[in-house]
């Protein structure tokens, strides 16, 4: 079992002081927390709501809650007290980041703006993880996941692929956006270190979707004049899909020349002329020829076809399902799962993706109750735990 240490990897001695809430910034925050930073998660006397959205071992501990915010210290404060904000300001002054996901106006009138904070730490680093920039006019509109894959046209490329506008089946606006909060924020860090200089960082989750979408779907759209509709013709073709094979499905993308010339030599399907013999032929017909692939791999078996494109060197890959991800030969080998001993049982969580060769992350250790550590972190800052709520487990 792993038990919550003192972080090792390369945020080891940072302190993150912690107010998002649901996944965008706790994900972000869950990343830090894994790479050794001492996060502290500051909520209100309810809790996040994420704690009660889906299954788990306790009412608080959610599944999806537990994921995202693994290894840090919950402390509960109302910041609607003289109190809360006291002690608020106290953790701020020992913090090299402070993080929340509030809207402009309601951290503003909390009294915690970027202003407010640079004034007790100036060389903080103030991120802010709104769902639109306060820039411009939907700065004040609410935001989530599924209207966020909406604004940015998730579901318009969807409906080009599948004739549905369906989302996708993850919540892609808010991970994206938490991966974007937490390197923004590392950035400002890293420039801190450099210079001495706190600054404020803003992340807004549609403008980092619609970059997100826009990579290969600005395609002809970003030229003067424009060349072509904003959507990238491969990524939208209808017959884009796994292969139906005799028994099952596979993936595979016999799309270079080199790929193809090993795919067409070894299985010689009819179909495969002079017209379709380069990647600028193929690219111009990528859906006829998504379907000709398509009927020839109904002719094999799905071991059959993974070992023919295996032994070409030809990208290829069955379906699994997210729950055969725990079975994962490759992730068990590299140590991906970590089993983390709680006082609700041992829980295994997707460990840490990345790799480094002298400051290692790891999972950071169990989640918190609500407010279980509120006592030892007030003790920390000198205050008395009447400034709070009692916690959910009773530990203050």
């Known amino acids: 079992m792993v038990n919550r240490t003192k972080g090792t990897g390369p945020l080891a001695g940072v302190r993150v002081v912690d107010l998002t809430s649901m996944v965008m910034g706790p994900y972000a925050t869950q990343i830090m927390a894994d790479m050794g930073a001492d996060v502290i998660k500051v909520e209100p006397p309810e809790g996040d709501n994420t704690r009660y959205i889906s299954v788990g071992p306790a009412p608080d501990l959610a599944g ?24 608020l300001r106290t953790l701020v002054a020992g913090a090299d980041v402070f993080i929340h996901s509030m809207r402009s106006r309601a951290i503003a009138r909390l009294g915690f703006s970027y202003e407010a904070v640079a004034a007790i730490n100036p060389r903080i680093v103030y991120s802010n993880a709104y769902g639109y920039s306060r820039r411009g006019p939907d700065r004040d509109r609410p935001a989530y996941d599924d209207t966020i894959q909406a604004e940015c046209g998730l579901p318009h490329v969807q409906r080009l692929m599948t004739g549905k506008a369906d989302f996708v089946g993850t919540i892609m606006a808010d991970k994206v956006a938490g991966l974007t909060v937490l390197y923004a924020t590392m950035m400002a860090l890293f420039h801190r270190e450099r210079t001495g200089e706190g600054q404020e960082v803003e992340v807004g989750m549609f403008e980092t979707m619609a970059s997100f979408m826009l990579v290969e779907h600005a395609n002809g759209a970003m030229f003067d004049p424009p060349l072509s509709k904003a959507h990238y013709p491969r990524a939208v073709a209808p017959n884009r899909r796994p292969y139906r094979t005799r028994d099952g499905y596979v993936a595979a993308l016999i799309y ?21 013999a380069t ?36 990208p290829a890959a069955p379906l699994r399902t997210t729950d055969e991800l725990f079975d994962n030969a490759h992730l068990n080998a590299v140590g991906f799962f970590e089993t983390v001993d709680s006082p609700q049982g041992p829980v295994r969580f997707p460990g840490v993706p990345t790799w480094f060769s002298r400051t290692p992350g790891k999972v950071a250790g169990p ?29 203050v």
């Open 64 to 87: 999806v809650f537990v994921n995202v915010n693994r290894g840090k210290r919950s402390v509960v404060l109302d910041l609607r007290s003289d109190e809360g904000k006291a002690a």
């Open 256 to 276: 270079n020349d080199k790929h193809w010339n090993l795919f067409v030599d070894a299985v010689q399907p009819a179909w495969a002329g002079p017209e379709l």
């Open 279 to 314: 990647l600028a032929q193929r690219a111009k017909r990528i859906d006829e020829v998504y379907g000709l692939l398509g009927d020839t791999f109904l002719q094999r078996t799905t071991q059959e076809w993974l070992d023919l494109l295996t032994g070409l060197g030809i």
């Open 367 to 395: 989640t918190p109750r609500l407010g279980a550590h509120t006592r030892e972190v007030l003790d920390e800052l000198g205050f008395a735990p009447p400034v709070v709520a009692l916690a959910a487990d009773g530990s």
